[in-house]
């Protein structure tokens, strides 16, 4: 069993800087590989990076790419997601996730373990 516990959301101006972090309960995190995902309203939730479980491999959403970074430190049991040149578009709740097995495909459905989230707004 894993518990997640993402902070670090907030208000900020395009163009602007957050980073969201992803506190995970539990000896085995290093063993999980770490994923986020954003749900804008009435939009379906989806992938946005994700890093495997040696921290050897990471994936990005086309549409982050060169602006977000997905980082673990396993003895804190943390994943960090920095996102940067931020715009209006990436208004979601962004939620963290934990899969114990490997995969290169990162469908909301194939997560096991999903934390609350927490609303990311961006102004223009």
């Known amino acids: 069993q894993v518990q997640l516990v993402e902070s670090g959301g907030g208000l900020v101006q395009a163009g602007g800087s957050l980073r969201l972090s992803c506190a995970a309960s539990?000896?085995?995190?290093?063993?999980?590989?770490m994923g986020w995902f954003c749900q804008a309203p009435g939009k379906e939730r989806e992938f946005v990076a994700a890093?495997?479980?040696?921290?050897?491999?990471?994936y990005y959403a086309d549409s982050v790419k060169g602006r977000f970074t997905i980082s673990r430190d396993n003895a804190k049991n943390t994943v960090y997601l920095q996102m940067n040149v931020l715009k209006p578009e990436d208004t979601a709740v962004y939620y963290c996730?934990?899969?114990?097995?490997?995969?290169?495909?990162?469908?909301?459905?194939?997560?096991?373990?999903w934390g609350k989230g927490t609303l990311v707004t961006v102004s223009s």
């Open positions: 996730a934990a899969r114990a097995d490997y995969t290169t495909t990162w469908a909301p459905g194939d997560m096991d373990y």
């Open positions: 539990g000896r085995t995190f290093s063993r999980y590989n």
């Open positions: 890093t495997s479980w040696g921290d050897r491999y990471t």
